[in-house]
């Protein structure tokens, strides 16, 4: 058995693959059931060649590839994958390191820390704070929330990894009503159910209000959540404001920030975070607006005992590193895959001004898409983007709805809908370093085509 035949096989199906991205549907043409038949065969007895199966899955998956990698694609925050970062990505399977301890993998333990140093300069973090490279923002709020949830334990003296929640004091995490969905599903993958969530109303810019956010606190042990770049239109909140209540009530201050916490690289768009460096830890994405494959999400905690508390587990069969920095006292996972080496080779390639210019070129064409798209006959802008995300309306919902339909269905632009405030909009996302003028300039004409 050789690697040849299949590697050579994969890469050449690769390029061909990011060479088409422009002349290609962005949305999927094969339907559900063409893909179940042809991938769906009944598993053999005996193997087949690698090449063959390679092969196969090439000609299978015909049709059922959204152009996500490429430039022409808005919906949902899904970014592309910086040359760098996919060959890097590559490599990380070559190798196959399971990057849960030093031991067992030098080379990629020293990258992430290495790689962690950088985030936090770029993200504006205080040097101090520990990290974690994890899955996605939805395992990056795991993990800060399971150190928050031990640090205000511990406060009440309670030890949360040795005795659990049962018969723990109540914890309240206040947030905004416009929140994003993972924050749920952390809080319930730790135990804490909705139930011990408080909802504060949003102002009409989606930010939270300091007289709501001292009114929803208590003396109880407490989480504030807030948002840097909310999924809609990509509101922050007033950080320099909020947090500093917060901390008054003894309150840890968590930052979703999976796209938006970004902003920081850019002179243009800092002060949107002014303040959020006094929190208590922030999550964000690697594979949205940096542009690595995924899964790349990163975890930043301010008190570093916490989080390793909240993680660290020894067991005799682990070789532990002294010096060197062992994934697995941050991290959830136990084996994992060295997801470094893509984030280390993005912020290479990139530069500190390769991802300030980034960060603003997805403005910027953010920007021209809703204007352009919001001055043709028939359409409205609902959110004019702040940064990387705004909301067009066609009429009423059904007539939105049908617009978004016909444009996905034309193959030059893919957008998502949403329901804002009780009103049916289309989502503009710009987050892929390759989406350019020309792109945008199909995008607006899809949609004047699909409005006649
Ligand atoms: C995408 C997103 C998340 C979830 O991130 P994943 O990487 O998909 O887990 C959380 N919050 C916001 C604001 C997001 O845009």
Same mark, same amino acid.
């Given at each position: 058995? %050789?690697?040849?035949?299949? #590697? !050579?096989?994969?890469?050449?199906?690769?390029?061909?693959?990011?060479?088409?991205?422009?002349?290609?549907?962005?949305?999927?043409?094969?339907?559900?059931?063409?893909?179940?038949?042809?991938?769906?065969?009944?598993?053999?007895?005996?193997?087949?060649?690698?090449?063959?199966?390679?092969?196969?899955?090439?000609?299978?998956?015909?049709?059922?590839?959204?152009? %996500?990698?490429?430039?022409?694609?808005?919906?949902?925050?899904?970014?592309?994958?910086?040359? %760098?970062?996919?060959?890097?990505?590559?490599?990380? %399977?070559?190798?196959?390191?399971?990057?849960?301890?030093?031991?067992?993998?030098?080379?990629?333990?020293?990258?992430?820390?290495?790689?962690?140093?950088?985030?936090?300069? #770029?993200?504006?973090?205080?040097?101090?704070?520990?990290?974690?490279?994890?899955?996605? @923002?939805?395992?990056?709020? =795991?993990? @800060? #929330?399971?150190?928050?949830?031990?640090?205000?334990?511990?406060?009440? &003296?309670?030890?949360?990894? /040795?005795?659990?929640?049962?018969?723990?004091?109540?914890?309240?995490?206040?947030?905004?009503? !416009?929140?994003?969905?993972?924050?749920?599903?952390?809080?319930?993958?730790?135990?804490?159910?909705?139930?011990?969530?408080?909802?504060?109303?949003?102002?009409?810019?989606?930010?939270? /209000?300091?007289?709501?956010? !001292?009114?929803?606190?208590?003396?109880?042990?407490?989480?504030?959540?807030?948002?840097?770049?909310?999924?809609?239109? &990509?509101?922050?909140?007033?950080?320099?404001?909020?947090?500093?209540?917060?901390?008054?009530?003894?309150?840890?201050?968590?930052?979703?920030?999976?796209?938006?916490?970004?902003?920081?690289?850019?002179?243009?768009?800092?002060? #949107?975070?002014?303040?959020?460096?006094?929190?208590?830890?922030?999550? =964000?994405?690697?594979?949205?607006?940096?542009?690595?494959?995924?899964?790349?999400?990163?975890?930043?905690?301010?008190?570093?005992?916490?989080?390793?508390?909240?993680?660290?587990?020894?067991?005799?069969?682990?070789?532990?590193?002294?010096?060197?920095?062992?994934?697995?006292?941050? =991290?959830? !996972?136990?084996?994992?895959?060295?997801?470094?080496?893509?984030?280390?080779?993005?912020?290479?390639?990139? &530069?500190?001004?390769?991802?300030?210019?980034?960060?603003?070129?997805? @403005?910027?064409?953010?920007?021209?898409?809703?204007?352009?798209?919001?001055?043709?006959?028939?359409?409205?802008?609902?959110?004019?983007?702040?940064?990387? /995300?705004?909301?067009?309306?066609?009429?009423?919902?059904?007539? =939105?709805?049908?617009?978004?339909?016909?444009?996905?269905?034309?193959?030059?632009?893919?957008?998502? &809908?949403?329901?804002?405030?009780?009103?049916?909009?289309?989502?503009?996302?710009? @987050?892929?370093?390759?989406?350019?003028?020309?792109?945008?300039?199909?995008?607006?004409?899809?949609?004047?085509?699909?409005?006649?």
């Amino acid at each position: 058995m %050789s690697f040849r035949p299949p #590697l !050579e096989l994969a890469l050449s199906a690769a390029l061909r693959h990011l060479d088409s991205l422009n002349t290609t549907s962005v949305g999927a043409t094969a339907t559900l059931e063409a893909l179940r038949t042809r991938l769906g065969m009944a598993l053999a007895d005996e193997g087949i060649a690698a090449e063959q199966v390679v092969a196969e899955l090439l000609r299978d998956v015909e049709g059922g590839l959204i152009g %996500s990698a490429g430039g022409r694609f808005f919906g949902w925050v899904i970014g592309g994958a910086v040359p %760098s970062s996919l060959a890097a990505d590559w490599l990380a %399977s070559t190798w196959d390191q399971n990057a849960g301890l030093y031991a067992a993998g030098p080379a990629a333990a020293v990258v992430e820390e290495v790689a962690g140093g950088w985030l936090k300069e #770029l993200l504006g973090l205080p040097a101090a704070a520990s990290f974690a490279f994890v899955t996605g @923002c939805q395992m990056a709020h =795991t993990t @800060c #929330l399971a150190a928050a949830r031990h640090a205000v334990l511990e406060r009440r &003296g309670w030890d949360v990894e /040795q005795r659990g929640l049962f018969g723990a004091p109540s914890i309240r995490v206040v947030t905004s009503a !416009e929140r994003h969905g993972t924050i749920d599903r952390a809080l319930r993958l730790l135990g804490m159910g909705r139930d011990c969530v408080v909802d504060i109303a949003a102002d009409d810019q989606g930010r939270l /209000q300091p007289a709501a956010l !001292e009114a929803a606190l208590d003396d109880s042990p407490t989480i504030v959540l807030l948002q840097a770049g909310d999924l809609n239109i &990509g509101a922050y909140d007033p950080f320099a404001e909020l947090v500093p209540i917060a901390h008054r009530r003894g309150a840890w201050v968590h930052v979703d920030g999976a796209f938006g916490l970004w902003a920081n690289a850019s002179s243009r768009y800092r002060h #949107l975070l002014a303040g959020v460096e006094a929190a208590d830890s922030w999550a =964000t994405d690697g594979h949205k607006w940096l542009n690595v494959p995924y899964d790349s999400g990163y975890a930043f905690v301010a008190d570093s005992v916490a989080h390793r508390a909240a993680m660290s587990y020894r067991a005799s069969y682990l070789t532990h590193d002294e010096a060197a920095r062992d994934q697995l006292d941050w =991290t959830p !996972e136990w084996s994992r895959r060295a997801r470094g080496f893509a984030t280390y080779a993005a912020l290479r390639e990139l &530069g500190r001004r390769g991802v300030a210019e980034l960060v603003e070129r997805c @403005c910027e064409h953010a920007r021209a898409i809703v204007s352009g798209i919001g001055a043709l006959p028939g359409a409205e802008v609902v959110w004019m983007p702040q940064i990387n /995300q705004g909301l067009v309306a066609f009429g009423d919902d059904a007539r =939105t709805d049908a617009v978004i339909a016909a444009i996905l269905a034309s193959g030059e632009a893919f957008f998502g &809908g949403t329901t804002w405030r009780g009103r049916r909009s289309m989502r503009v996302s710009v @987050c892929n370093w390759q989406t350019n003028g020309d792109d945008v300039r199909r995008a607006i004409a899809a949609a004047a085509k699909a409005l006649l």
